[in-house]
Nanobody, 115 residues
Framework: QVQLVESGGGLVQPEGSLRLSCAAS????????MGWYRQAPGKQRELVAT???????NYVDSVKGRFTISRDNAKNTVYLQMNSLKPEDTAVYYC?????????WGQGTQVIVSS
């Protein structure tokens, strides 16, 4: 079955950087639109960034200029490079299809931005 496994989160100071990875199996990510999502404490899950089969990308306004979604087709992995992190970026980050499949939500990876 399709598996999407997130990694790379952690504790980072404001203005710091992290790169999240989403390793996929039993699906070829370049054939589908993928997205990174996040859910902050007490808030709804939101779509952060997307990449489509043509490698076109989109971002929520709050991360434009700071985050970059990309993929490595050979590794079948989607990445989210996060720079200039802010405390409000604190959330659990998930990868999934775009639009998401309910059965693909995993544990996510926790990002905490704090001094």
């Amino acid at each position: 079955q399709v598996q999407l496994v997130e990694s790379g989160g952690g504790l980072v100071q404001p203005e710091g950087s992290l790169r999240l990875s989403c390793a996929a199996s039993r699906i070829i990510i370049s054939f589908v639109a993928m997205g990174w999502y996040r859910q902050a404490p007490g808030k709804q899950r939101e779509l952060v960034a997307t990449i489509d089969p043509g490698a076109r990308t989109n971002y929520v306004d709050s991360v434009k200029g700071r985050f970059t979604i990309s993929r490595d087709n050979a590794k079948n992995t989607v990445y989210l490079q996060m720079n200039s992190l802010k405390p409000e970026d604190t959330a659990v980050y998930y990868c999934n299809f775009n639009p998401p499949s309910n059965i693909q939500w995993g544990q996510g990876t926790q990002v905490i931005v704090s001094s």
